[in-house]
């Protein structure tokens, strides 16, 4: 089903509309046991687009079409247990408060004592007359980024926006440490964007440690444990979900070889550096590959010790391979982006690099959801004083594992 996916499915008109069910219909009976004639069924759906505008899923429909979505998540290297992804059906929630809930609910049901379940939580479609719900974090959990002097941040630079933003709102700020955590900001139809803290039971953490430097303790580094992509919107059949949190687990470069080493975030290298001994008077010391490894093994080794389910990326380039295997097996091909599914550390020693892949966007998938407000064209977002922004960037998808929480891996043009 190779459709383009990044077509705003809110301005599609009736004959599209029907086209995107009609064929999700086709894949969905096709994969699936059904009841009754796929030709039946999209009857049904062609009335119900002509009276309202739009269609609703079954609970079966949703589950497959979020399934589907994550096997077509083109940058995303871990994909081989999509068929094992759990749906939450949460259509019928529509209060901020109940959305909130629910997404805390996600986080202690996806973390699962540390054996990470992949779970996506669905909550109402966009209908013809405006948006559904939003979630405005890129992750249900993210670091703050707190604006200093001269432009320092203290916390996560990719995070600067979002925390001026909830302080503007009202949050009063976290103890101002590099690993304060964002409230989240959830905007029901037909109103204001609203804060709301996540519980501390809800927010996994794990301490990096070093199986061989005991003096990496005393860095203070840790990362939450649970990635949550919250700021994608789901598409299925001509159908957008604007608020559809969802999670896999990491892979360690993830957080080894992006979040905390990018000279945009965190740019931990010197500081990792100066600690082993390492010689940073000429980039020919390899200092930076040398303390890249380091980190990483602090990071997968932390993560193991405290119980919780991470991969690294040697492992995962070889489940990649298979997932490629058993879906060209089933007579599909798979999507893949090369510059994404490669790994950011040693990438030329995993069995992914060595070949290519067949490239194309397909439909259900994961969309950027663009805010409400936001111009659909320009992508403009009005300022407190009706000025423009920029356009945002280009929507990043998935690098890692299931989650895509390196989200500015490659330069945009």
Request: include cysteine; charged fraction near 25%.
């Amino acid at each position: 089903m190779a459709r383009p996916a990044d077509t705003d499915t809110a301005d599609l008109d009736i004959p599209e509309l029907i086209a995107r069910a009609d064929e999700f219909i086709r894949l969905y009976s096709s994969e699936n046991a059904v009841d009754r004639p796929p030709a039946d069924r999209m009857a049904e759906i062609r009335r119900e687009i002509r009276q309202s505008g739009t269609y609703v899923h079954t609970a079966g429909e949703l589950a497959f079409g979020a399934k589907v979505a994550w096997r077509n998540s083109r940058r995303c290297i871990g994909r081989l247990y999509w068929p094992g992804l759990v749906v939450r059906d949460l259509r019928h929630l529509r209060t901020a408060e109940d959305i909130h809930r629910a997404c805390v609910e996600h986080l202690r049901l996806a973390f699962n004592g540390g054996r990470i379940r992949p779970t996506i939580s669905v909550f109402a479609a966009d209908g013809p007359d405006g948006t559904g719900p939003r979630i405005h974090n890129p992750q249900l959990i993210r670091y703050a980024g707190y604006r200093g002097p001269g432009g320092r941040v203290t916390g996560d630079p990719a995070s600067a926006d979002l925390t001026d933003r909830v302080r503007a709102l009202g949050w009063p700020g976290g103890p101002g440490t590099r690993f304060d955590v964002l409230p989240l900001l959830v905007e029901e139809p037909g109103s204001a964007a609203r804060l709301f803290d996540l519980p501390p039971d809800a927010v996994r953490e794990v301490p990096l440690r070093h199986p061989d430097h005991d003096w990496f303790a005393d860095l203070g580094l840790r990362w939450y444990a649970l990635p949550v992509i919250s700021d994608m919107a789901l598409e299925i059949g001509g159908v957008r979900y604007g608020a559809a949190p969802f999670n896999g687990w990491y892979m360690g470069t993830e957080i080894g070889a992006r979040n905390l080493v990018d000279t945009q975030r965190y740019d931990l290298l010197p500081e990792i550096a100066d600690r082993l001994g390492l010689d940073r008077t000429s980039d020919r010391t390899l200092w930076k590959d040398r303390a890249l490894v380091e980190l990483n093994v602090a990071v997968l080794w932390s993560f193991e010790r405290d119980g919780i389910t991470i991969t690294d990326h040697h492992t995962e380039s070889e489940r990649f391979l298979r997932h490629l295997r058993r879906e060209e097996k089933a007579g599909r091909t798979v999507p893949a982006d090369w510059s994404w599914i490669v790994p950011p550390l040693s990438g030329g020693v995993t069995p992914v690099f060595h070949r290519y892949y067949d490239d194309h966007e397909s439909s259900p998938s994961f969309l950027q959801a663009p805010a409400p407000g936001r111009c659909p064209v320009t992508g403009h977002a009005p300022t407190a004083a009706g000025e423009a922004h920029g356009p945002d960037p280009e929507p990043p998808v998935s690098v890692g594992a299931n989650t895509g929480d390196s989200r500015d891996r490659i330069a945009r043009p």
